[in-house]
């Protein structure tokens, strides 16, 4: 597609806002917005302020190769290479789960389930660290607290090293590519995980910003979704301590398969926190 050599912030804003919504995108206006400030490199307080500033040749050539990829429906945060989580910035690569806002649940119910514990000297494992969102959010919440963070793919733990250092947080946690089937220097106080949970034969059916953009290893949760859930399950009595805590994520229909898995392996059931839209969200375990 291609802009008008004199558009100004605001036409351009209109143009591609319209454009995204003939695609079928729901988010169409804040998508424009967040890709014409990048373009443009300007704020969105420089946005509002300044409507009639026309863009330089260069500006409206990036917003026009940005508004082809958004096309083509790849994430705004993949075009952009960024996306915000907790009040965090974080680098988002190719072949790395894009962390949702729907994840800062399971960090609330981390924070919530530690309670006045959350300044004290712990422990925390992440099981599919994917881009480090979640215990980089933890650490930053919990000033004494300390990690391991797991991941099998190599691409994800070194998105997680790389964000976990542009975060000033790489002294407190160290990243591992591995299975969760091999050993871990537990016990733990605190383990969470965001792990794959879809069923394969519904990946098809996601949007295409899903499954296209995101790694298959961070969706697939094999034939049911609950094979990461049974893992976690089989090796939570040696992965917790005393009286640690277990967070997982689930998907919104999956509450009542995930209870049978942990109350078969010995679990308690603490909260089920529900997102921002209603839906199950994150399960608080402990033993």
Request: charged content about 25%; some cysteine; hydrophobic content about 45%.
């Amino acid at each position: 597609m291609r802009f008008p050599a004199r558009a100004s912030i605001a036409q351009a804003t209109e143009s591609l806002s319209a454009l995204l919504k003939q695609a079928g995108i729901a988010e169409h206006h804040s998508d424009a917005r967040r890709l014409v400030c990048a373009a443009f490199d300007i704020t969105h307080i420089e946005m509002v302020l300044r409507p009639d500033k026309e863009g330089e040749p260069a500006e409206l050539a990036r917003l026009e190769a940005f508004a082809t990829r958004r096309l083509l429906r790849e994430p705004v945060t993949r075009i952009l290479g960024t996306r915000g989580f907790w009040s965090l910035d974080f680098t988002v690569r190719p072949q790395v789960l894009d962390p949702r806002p729907d994840t800062e649940v399971v960090v609330e119910a981390c924070l919530d389930a530690l309670g006045s514990r959350r300044g004290d000297r712990f422990s925390i494992l992440d099981l599919g660290t994917g881009s480090g969102a979640i215990i980089a959010a933890l650490l930053s919440e919990c000033p004494l607290a300390r990690g391991i963070a797991v991941d099998l793919s190599s691409e994800a733990t070194a998105a997680a090293k790389h964000n976990l250092a542009a975060l000033a947080l790489s002294d407190r946690v160290v990243v591992l590519q591995q299975s969760w089937l091999e050993p871990l220097p537990g016990p733990f106080d605190l383990v969470v995980s965001n792990p794959p949970y879809i069923e394969t034969g519904v990946i098809g059916d996601l949007d295409p910003e899903v499954r296209e953009f995101d790694p298959m290893l961070a969706l697939d949760g094999g034939l049911d979704g609950l094979d990461a859930y049974r893992a976690i399950a089989e090796r939570i009595r040696s992965w917790l301590s005393r009286d640690g805590i277990l967070v997982v994520e689930i998907g919104a229909t999956q509450a009542g398969a995930v209870k049978t898995i942990f109350e078969n392996a010995g679990a308690r059931l603490l909260a089920l926190r529900q997102d921002y839209a209603g839906q199950n969200r994150a399960m608080v375990w402990v033993l």
